[in-house]
């Protein structure tokens, strides 16, 4: 028994036990083994400098990024950006406006909002040009960049198509149907533009007149237009006569004004109203009667 003790006291002796976990001892040997690399290689050196120091960022990183310093950081460095760039030269020096005459400059700056002295490259050109064209006179508008300190507002202003009368105001009417501007904040009117009278009239505008423009010596005498609720239209002629159209076949009931009319004149005369509702007949009414208008 005791020489048993004996060998098993000197087998143990042999042994190395390592400090060290499985793991670090891995790391440690791997270590060791790069150092050895880098002793006999320049390339091997450098390679085993930049491991250590990518690692070392990767930690920084990682700790700025828990830490929540990350977006603050980006931010300095874009404001140090800018500020180099604006000292190289890169500012806004002139906003030019170019447009036809009727909008107030003064408003298009206010609203396109490119302030002298800004960051060139730092114009957001799309939102200056959206709200440029939220202004009542503009259809369009472009604001483009001009190297290398200039920025350029273009505008193409809406066209009045016609009037508008409702609830007793009265507005400038873009083709599109919208409103434009009351009539009252106008510096000006064109000549020549027909009146749209009623709730729904100017989205039904475009419609009504490609009906009546084929007969030109029908629409040269048209001054107004009323649309009743039931959706069909009154033509007020500039001679005080009323056409009365019916709310279907409009186009069948203008052709047969226009036949009357070669034949009789019957738009040129003292009339007072012409009743075109009924397919199979038209009504006249004479200016010297006192009978009630229909509608």
């Keep these: 028994m005791a020489a048993v003790n004996k060998r098993q006291s000197k087998f143990t002796g042999m042994m190395r036990v390592s400090p060290l976990k499985p793991g670090l ?45 990350l977006p603050a950081i980006r931010a300095n460095l874009n404001t140090m950006k800018v500020e180099r760039l604006m ?108 009146t749209y009278v009623g709730a729904h009239a100017p989205l039904h505008a475009q419609a009504i007149e490609a009906a009546i423009e084929p007969h030109s010596e029908i629409w040269s005498r048209v001054e107004s237009l009323v649309r009743f609720p039931s959706g069909r239209w009154d033509m007020h002629m500039r001679n005080q006569t009323v056409v009365k159209l019916p709310v279907e076949q409009v186009g069948a009931a203008l052709n047969r004004l226009a036949l009357l009319d070669r034949e009789t004149f019957i738009l040129s005369r003292d009339v007072e109203a012409i009743d075109l509702r009924l397919s199979d007949r038209i009504g006249l009414t004479a200016k010297s009667t006192d009978l009630p208008q229909s509608s």
């Design 25 to 69: 001892r891995g790391s440690q040997n791997w270590m060791a083994a790069q150092m050895r690399a880098a002793k006999h290689s320049p390339k091997a050196f450098m390679r085993f400098v930049m491991k250590i120091v990518g690692t070392f960022l990767f930690l920084i990183f990682i700790g700025l990024w828990l830490g929540g310093y």
């Design 87 to 194: 000292a190289a030269g890169f500012v806004v020096e002139q906003v030019d406006v170019m447009g036809e005459g009727r909008l107030n400059e003064r408003d298009i700056r206010m609203a396109a909002r490119i302030q002298r002295g800004s960051y060139f490259f730092g114009v957001d050109l799309d939102a200056a040009r959206d709200r440029t064209e939220s202004l009542p006179w503009v259809e369009r508008a472009v604001v483009r960049r001009l190297w290398p300190n200039r920025i350029v507002v273009q505008v193409v202003e809406t066209t009045p198509y016609a009037l508008w009368q409702n609830e007793g105001e009265l507005y400038l009417l873009a083709d599109s149907g919208e409103p434009i501007v009351p009539v009252s904040q106008a510096a000006s009117i064109p000549a020549g533009l027909k």
